[in-house]
């Protein structure tokens, strides 16, 4: 249940000493083939990391054979010195392992504005591809962690043959997103670029897309899926975009989980939107209350601050005509109060929040967490 | 120094019982003329609470004669009886002062979704005018406070004989609000409608409306300029425009000051933008990152946040060209790494963020405050 868990790919996690503690902090990747078809999709905060200016021209002809990743740093608004580095650990990957630079995505995270010893990631790239193994996937998803307190990997393998697996740090949204999120997903399955492309966006829109922790979005968020097709199987298109999304769904549930100093996991559902992007606007928006967030922390069912979040949107919907359940209890009908939210119990993890805006047949998801002392402990107590 | 500064105004505040505390509750101010000229503006949620919902047509003349204004409960989300509440109110605030209902402007600040005991407002009017003075001002800052710490009020008294006063409660801004923000500002100039809401929009948009403590907006927000004309002068309007702005801006600073659970005010200046709409969407995301937030609450200068922020806008800006001080510090120049952010002393309570977009001309400056510890606690522990 790793990015080693498809055939053809080999992993390793080691200890670079670019986090203070000395613990792994950089990771490799190796697609030994014989397919290197990839698709990658990238933060889009304007504002992007070294990394991912890199990574955003390997990735343009479809091909990879290999990722690699550090924690222990962003490598974000470091200059023209910066991108020195990203350029020469992808030369230093691809000397090693008899690549092209452009074969090798590079993904970094950590504080943005700092440095990266350009000698530390080196030797790390040498230490990591001595130690390259087909059961290296678990090493590598423990070298991506910073603030993770568990490493996170999901696979699905195929009763046709062909397996995925894959492997992710961080905790939050492609746009946006708390922290930096990293997702390396691996295939044995034989998929040309273009319909691993449309698979991974398809699976990042309903997943990873619909995550929002806390609203902030990251400079250096990377999701890379690299097919080897070492299975020799060539799947249904239909069958493998789906197993895409679930090891996606998978892994952002993992994400949200771990999410900083999170004591709850909330999952808001918009029904009866006029369209997707409806839905979408509503769920984000009430996942972005601060007072929201803070009143599920506190269990209190306030539906209040939720039906004031949808006020803020542009979608359509009648004011006067809004339902409002929390975890089942239709605390609010026709825009007035109905069952009475005393009862709810809000003590388990898993919190439900129903918005139903009788506007039209689409619904989304979007999941968050609430907004706790640990989080507001985390987040200043620590350079990140 | 209240909304009895200027003269033509009567006010009073009285504990109505609908706050548990037994604390006062229910504010009333009132226009003895001879001018009864006004203007408002509200909330720009959607979903607007029935006070807001009657007080748009009572507006809608350019005439008032009185302000109500109760705290223990927002009247929002309260349904047909809700609107009926509040009808019944400026019924009974009319009756006992001689006037038409839609003289009379209803504000509501509490819990969103509770209803309101009608027959304690109605006393509380009662008991409020029977104690309407000329001294009353401070007595009516006093009972619309809900979580405020103090009373917010301001004046100006003009050489040229007349005067503005002004009293305000919550902390936030017209859109996005935390809290309900009331204010109530009173003049004996004489000016007439359309001037005085010319005054009041100008004066907001640049007050008011730059406060984004923490991305919330309110249901119930309302701000009233009321003229009596009891000076008998009629003002140059370029100089009472100037002190209205004057009285918002200081009430406004007042609330920021008192934002629930704050312990830093931060101005985050935005310079070099091609428009002051680019400006102010700049500096709002930066008002609405939690990890920036929480890291002025840490004291910690970490500029990667506030980047991470700007990069999320849609203003005109070269990502590779971006200046950021905290506190005049220059701690990144050209998106690179330029004076060392350790000495930045970031204990007191004021912080200032200079973001220079090198784009234009224009500049705006939105003030927020931090994220803590207590800001969790207050929107956890208690329902408001």
Known sequence: MSVTTAKGFRAAGVAAGLKSTGAPDLALVLNDGPNDAAAAVFTSNRCKANPVLWSERAIAD??????????????????AEGFQITHATAEEVARLSGLSPLDVLVCSTGLIGLGLSKEKMLAGVADATAKLRTEG?????????????VAKQAAITSPGGWSIGGMAKGAGMLAPALATMLVVI????????????????????VTFDRLDSDGCQSTNDTVVLLSSGASGVTPDLIEFAAAVTEVCRDLALQLLADAEGADHEIAIEVRGAATEDDALEVGRSVARSNLFKAAIFGQDPNWGR????VGTTRATFDPADLDVALNGVWVCRKSTPAQAPEGIDLSGRAVSVTI?????????????????????HENSAYSS
């Open 186 to 205: 691996t295939t044995d399955a034989q998929v040309e670029p273009s319909a691993l492309d449309s698979a991974l966006r398809a699976a990042t829109r």
């Open 137 to 149: 996937g678990p090493d590598a998803a423990e070298a991506i962690r910073t603030t993770d307190t």
């Open 62 to 79: 479809g091909r990879l054979r290999s990722v690699v990743l550090n924690s222990g740093g962003a490598n974000c608004y470091t200059g």
């Open 306 to 309: 939720i039906l004031a979040s």
């Open 356 to 376: 139903d805006l009788k506007s039209g047949p689409e619904t989304a998801t979007v999941w968050t967490n609430d907004l706790t002392h640990a989080y507001v």
